[in-house]
């Protein structure tokens, strides 16, 4: 487990780095994007179309300790034809579940910047639902299971990733992206108590091995 955590680490920080380097040249078609081009968060900035006239809530999103949802929308790259989704950002959920919050559709025809973000190819739980209100439909969580349930559902095929737009771009609400789910310091302290716990088992070991012997 140690071991493990410190892959994570390096990991994590190798994704910071990528991060943190000077911007390339944004892509501007998404015909093709490779699986490196997702990995590595690379910047896209090209006009698309609304899809369709449905805002997609994705729950339980916390920032700042208040529990919320990201909007996403379903759009379409004109000269590929590709469709994928759009993260617009953070908003504040109410008190009651029930209560829905009313969002404005971005425009039909969109120039957006932002980030490749990939979806999550595993499945987070397979009692997952999405559930519709009206213009709304509301998403539990956002892998491939919910991916495959929104196509059959909306009867169109859509990319394994999304773009989370930059918060400039027109249509966004708040927007402080998290890149990580957990810092590289945060594995390298699980990293340290791991490899702490089996060195006081190796003490423990050898204390109770000691022992046995001397009473042989």
């Known amino acids: 487990m140690g071991y493990w955590q410190l892959s994570r680490a390096q990991e994590k920080q190798q994704r910071l780095n990528i991060l943190n380097q000077p911007s390339k ?22 006009p698309v179309e609304l899809a369709v006239d449905i805002n997609l809530l994705l729950e ?16 379409e790259e ?12 953070w908003i504040a959920g109410r008190a009651h579940r029930d209560d829905l919050p009313s969002i404005d559709l971005p425009l039909h025809q969109w120039q957006i910047e932002g980030r490749l973000y990939p979806i999550n190819p595993q499945v987070l739980s397979e009692d997952a639902a999405i559930e519709s209100h009206g213009n709304l439909l509301r998403l539990p969580v956002l892998d491939s299971f ?21 918060s400039d771009v027109n249509g966004t609400f708040s927007i402080d992206w998290a890149w990580v789910s957990m810092p590289p310091e945060k594995h390298l302290a699980y990293a340290f108590q791991w490899f702490g716990l089996a060195f006081t088992f190796l003490i423990v070991s050898l204390v109770v091995l000691i022992k046995k012997e001397k009473e042989a």
């Open 60 to 75: 339980n999103k916390i920032q700042n300790g208040e529990l919320g949802y990201h909007v996403l929308n379903l759009v």
């Open 146 to 166: 919910i991916v495959s349930k929104l196509e059959r559902k909306l009867g169109k095929e859509i990319e394994p990733y999304l773009v989370r737009l930059d």
């Open 25 to 46: 040249q944004a892509i501007t078609s998404i015909d093709p994007i490779s699986n490196e081009a997702i990995r590595n968060f690379e910047r896209v900035a090209l």
């Open 78 to 89: 004109p000269n590929s034809g590709k469709l994928f989704l759009v993260n617009r950002g």
